[in-house]
């Protein structure tokens, strides 16, 4: 099972115009079939004038599910290069939809192709990628006097803070690689003079 993927950093929209064709393409992060499909359902109403809302996605940290649709172009023209592109690019857990406006000049096979893998990168380099990780969580417990200032350190390490409760005493999860349990413990030791007590939880993507 992987340990890291990458997706789509944030849902958005990009634009190009190729011969007077507009490809206007949407990435959003999914996490179900259900949700790309809520993703691609909501496209065509925002746009239902256009000719195609064709689309692609990739779900599951091991990007096992992928589907891709050509919405009308000729098969193999447009949801295919999309998937590519998102395959290339190893995001998984994101959905692209690109919505045509055609303009008049037809542009081929391999123009649709590279019109519509275009649409698709651009996008993801405008909106950025994000990286998950699976980690470890421990349950961190300390009394409040000491808490800020490890909340400030804990922030500046190279652990990742999931959650932070605040109720009897203050409670912090925190993801720790599975080959450093060891070496955290041993840094909240003399972060906190022994003040803090650990426990292993459980296991989350996180990122």
């Known amino acids: 099972m992987a340990d890291r993927y990458l997706t789509i950093a944030r849902a958005g929209e990009h634009e190009i115009e190729i011969k007077r064709s507009r490809f206007i ?23 239902p004038d256009a000719r ?13 599910t992928a589907r891709s649709s050509d919405d009308g172009e000729p098969a193999g023209t447009a949801g295919m290069p999309m998937l590519e592109v ?5 995001l998984t857990d994101t959905v692209a939809v690109v919505t ?8 081929g096979a391999g123009g649709l192709i590279r019109a519509y893998s275009q649409a698709v990168a651009e996008a993801a380099d405008v ?5 998950y990780q699976r980690l470890n969580l421990v349950a961190v417990t300390m009394d409040y006097g000491p808490a800020g200032r490890f909340e ?13 409760r605040y109720e009897e005493v203050a409670r912090f999860e925190v993801g720790v690689k599975a080959g450093e349990l060891d070496g955290f413990r041993a840094w909240l ?16 993507w996180l990122g």
């Open 127 to 131: 909106l950025g990628v994000r990286e």
């Open 25 to 47: 393409c949407a990435l959003a992060p999914v996490d179900s079939v259900e949700a790309a499909r809520e993703v691609i359902a909501g496209r065509r109403k925002a746009d």
């Open 86 to 90: 998102l395959k290339r690019r190893e």
């Open 189 to 204: 030791a003399d972060l906190t003079g022994g003040a803090a007590t650990a426990e292993e939880i459980g296991e989350d």
């Open 100 to 107: 045509r406006y055609f303009g008049g000049v037809l542009l």
């Open 52 to 64: 195609h809302h064709c689309h692609a996605f990739v779900l599951g940290p091991d990007g096992r």
């Open 152 to 164: 400030s350190d804990l922030r500046a390490s190279k652990y990742l803070l999931s959650g932070i």
